[in-house]
């Protein structure tokens, strides 16, 4: 089990930049790939990006070359910057964890542990 708390959400203009963070606790050697979703009102839970153990990233198409991950082991605290906004990047911003290898545009299905979200809202 890993406990997942995002935080870093706000509301902001297009063009400008958030960063959130998503802290870890538990056991969390256990997990693989660490994955950052996002969720818009009326729409299914999609895929932004992951980060493995070796801290190799993928992107969506979507926010590839505005948003980067990364990740402090020190701290157990991954990190999803995000620049250049846009309002469709509006959404309720989530981070998740599982034990099995990253996977581009993967379903959220296979990711186990959720945090509860942190709130994005571009204008």
């Known amino acids: 089990h890993v406990q997942l708390v995002e935080s870093g959400g706000g509301s902001v203009q297009a063009g400008e930049s958030l960063r959130l963070s998503c802290s870890a606790s538990?056991?969390?050697?256990?997990?693989?790939?660490w994955g950052w979703f996002r969720q818009a009102p009326g729409k299914e839970r999609e895929w932004v990006s992951s980060i493995n153990t070796s801290e190799e990233t993928d992107y969506a198409d979507s926010v590839a070359g505005r948003f980067t991950a990364s990740r402090d082991n020190a701290k157990n605290t991954l990190f999803l910057q995000m620049n250049s906004l846009k309002p469709d990047d509006t959404a309720m911003y989530y981070c998740?964890?599982?034990?099995?290898?990253?996977?581009?545009?993967?379903?959220?299905?296979?990711?186990?542990?959720w945090g509860q979200g942190t709130q994005v809202t571009v204008s």
């Open positions: 998740a964890a599982t034990l099995r290898k990253c996977l581009s545009a993967p379903s959220p299905g296979i990711y186990n542990q």
């Open positions: 538990g056991l969390i050697y256990k997990w693989v790939c």
